[in-house]
């Protein structure tokens, strides 16, 4: 029949599953669920099921294995799976500038990296990149994770511990510092960047993907692209829409404004603008000739295989 010949005008969403590292309802994944509210995954022909894994690590690990569509961890997430046969790379960056900071409380009277001997420090957990950024802090002040204590408290640990003056610092995202200084404890942040150039939150997806649904990889990546200048344009209606959809926040409208604006302030920010969400193959292989040198990572693969920017 001559029918047979048509096609459907739109043809059917792409359906994929996406890995959160850390719980979903936390700030630092805004992007993602103002992408949400907006509609924007639908626009870009997607639909989209969230799930949580156990850090950045792990959740590369599900990626590379096909349990996992797409995932979150950070800019130098693939670095460290790739040499172990995990056909993973970045394909997104969500701003230029590190996620984490080592940040500690400031009776520590810790000036330095050097200072973190014999002090407790934490992250979430061991497999999520946070922990592979603070061996890299601890490796360029000739540390080692023997030289102190660093505990695995998991994602409500990390601010609980450091409030109640259990641990002395913590790699921290923005909304984790906010959480501490609003308890009333005073900080004193370390920039990772000035030491090396550790990366932003980054989506991850399998080569496989890459290659045989470059529609389903490229209309997530434009939606979280697009509500990440949401984010950066508009921070207040941001939040607003970040809380209508994760109920968990129901009305901390302001104070999620507030934390989105520090990511905004020292993480998005990128220059030149047009640079925004893209690699930079120089960057990359600095921080991974560093993580060879180091000892965190036991090979280097091709910096070309980390990343794409065919999405951007």
Given at each position: ?312
């Amino acid at each position: 029949m001559a029918t047979a010949a048509f096609r459907p005008a739109f043809a059917a969403a792409e359906k994929v599953t996406y890995l959160f590292p850390a719980p979903a309802f936390l700030p630092a994944f805004m992007p993602f669920h103002v992408a949400t509210k907006r509609g924007y995954y639908t626009k870009n022909n997607v639909e989209v099921a969230f799930q949580t894994g156990r850090g950045g690590a792990d959740v590369a690990k599900q990626v590379g294995a096909g349990n996992a569509d797409l995932g979150g961890g950070l800019g130098e997430t693939s670095m460290i799976v790739r040499p172990n046969g995990l056909p993973v790379r970045a394909v997104a960056q969500l701003g230029s500038h590190p996620l984490f900071q080592l940040v500690t409380r400031k009776e520590s009277n810790i000036k330095s990296f050097k200072d973190l001997r014999g002090k407790k420090l934490g992250v979430i957990g061991y497999q999520d990149t946070g922990y592979y950024a603070l061996l890299a802090v601890l490796a360029s002040a000739d540390l080692k994770r023997a030289d102190l204590e660093v505990q695995a408290v998991g994602p409500a640990g990390v601010t609980q511990l450091m409030i109640a003056k259990s641990l002395d610092g913590i790699m921290a995202t923005p909304e984790w510092a906010f959480a501490i200084e609003g308890a009333g404890i005073t900080l004193d942040y370390h920039p990772v960047e000035k030491t090396f150039p550790a990366m932003a939150q980054a989506i991850l997806t399998s080569d496989k993907l890459v290659k045989e649904r470059p529609a389903a990889v490229g209309g997530f990546v434009k939606a979280v692209m697009q509500a990440l200048r949401d984010c950066m344009k508009d921070p207040a209606s941001a939040a607003a829409d970040f809380v209508a959809e994760v109920p968990q926040h129901k009305g901390k409208e302001k104070v999620m404004e507030q934390i989105l604006r520090r990511y905004v302030d020292q993480i998005y920010t990128t220059e030149p603008a047009s640079a925004l969400g893209k690699f930079d193959a120089k960057r990359l292989k600095t921080v991974q000739d560093f993580y060879l040198k180091n000892g965190i990572i036991q090979s280097a693969v091709p910096v070309e295989d980390l990343y794409t920017n065919q999405f951007i």
